[in-house]
């Protein structure tokens, strides 16, 4: 009877990971994805509703400060224009915080046997979907509290959460790469994610910003991934000014580190098992 081998050839040559042998390693990803699932609230008393206290707490501080201290304008009431905009935020914020250590937590795993490093991130981007879809509900129960509707851009929401999702990923390919190799950046990411919510139209139109920016600042500012799929999203849902021609610049920011990424991840990865 014969039996299939694995060959592992060291000498060829790939300029980005093997997507094939990630799609066939599937099971080790489902189950990688469960136990984090499983862990992530495992022995605390309240459980899950750690994930509802979080953002919550959040968007009520942002909305005392932009809503009432600072009286930023916006067209729906400031509360569902925030939620709105942590909603793919809070997404972004778990997979970059938890993508860029998750190496360096598996390392017993990555010393021990093979398997494809980039599996690893990639699981920590879908148990990031339940941070989202809690948020998501609590901006459905508020629009029907000040009965908001949706506008007939709303099917364009999917596109910007794509891209939302993309970025949150790309960006955490990189940083779990990164601190394998660098081990400062697991004090760095935690300092990078409480500027980002600043530096993101979350609490604030883009166009805030803009106003109060010199034309090439504005540009810089949308070199933040998260601005364009923010201020994106948020039209889609309650509509307002439409995204600018700047939004792209974003979006292009989102491809640009995510083949960069991949091809970082790809030339390091054999050699993450010696630095962990």
Do not use: C
């Not at 029907?144 to 509707?149: I, L």
């Amino acid at each position: 009877m014969h039996t299939p081998h694995k060959i592992i050839d060291a000498d060829h040559k790939r300029i980005f990971p093997d997507f094939k042998e990630i799609f066939r390693y599937r099971d080790l990803f489902i189950t990688l994805t469960w136990r984090d699932f499983r862990v992530r609230y495992a022995q605390t008393t309240i459980g899950l509703l750690w994930a509802l206290i979080q953002p919550v707490i959040t968007l009520l501080i942002l909305n005392l400060v932009f809503g009432r201290f600072v009286g930023v304008k916006t067209g729906v009431p400031h509360i569902l224009f925030t939620i709105a905009g942590m909603s793919t935020w809070t997404y972004f914020s778990y997979v970059m915080s938890n993508a860029g250590s998750s190496i360096i937590a598996a390392q017993g795993m990555v010393k021990k046997i093979y398997f494809p490093r980039l599996i690893i991130p990639l699981s920590k981007a879908v148990v990031g979907l339940i941070d989202f879809g809690i948020s998501i509900l609590i901006m459905i129960i508020l629009m029907f509290w000040y009965d908001v509707t949706p506008t007939a851009n709303v099917w364009l929401a999917p596109l910007f959460v794509l891209m939302g999702m993309l970025a949150a990923l790309s960006v955490g390919i990189w940083l779990s790469a990164l601190t394998v190799r660098f081990r400062d950046f697991q004090h760095i990411v935690p300092f990078m994610v409480q500027i980002g919510l600043y530096l993101t139209p979350i609490a604030y139109p883009a166009e805030f910003a803009s106003k109060h920016l010199p034309k090439w600042a504005s540009t810089i500012y949308y070199l933040n991934p998260m601005a364009g799929v923010v201020q994106g999203f948020r039209w889609s849902i309650f509509g307002g000014e439409a995204p600018g021609n700047l939004m792209f610049v974003s979006f292009g920011m989102v491809f640009f580190i995510l083949f960069t990424g991949l091809l970082y991840f790809h030339k390091v990865e054999d050699e993450m098992a010696d630095y962990v």
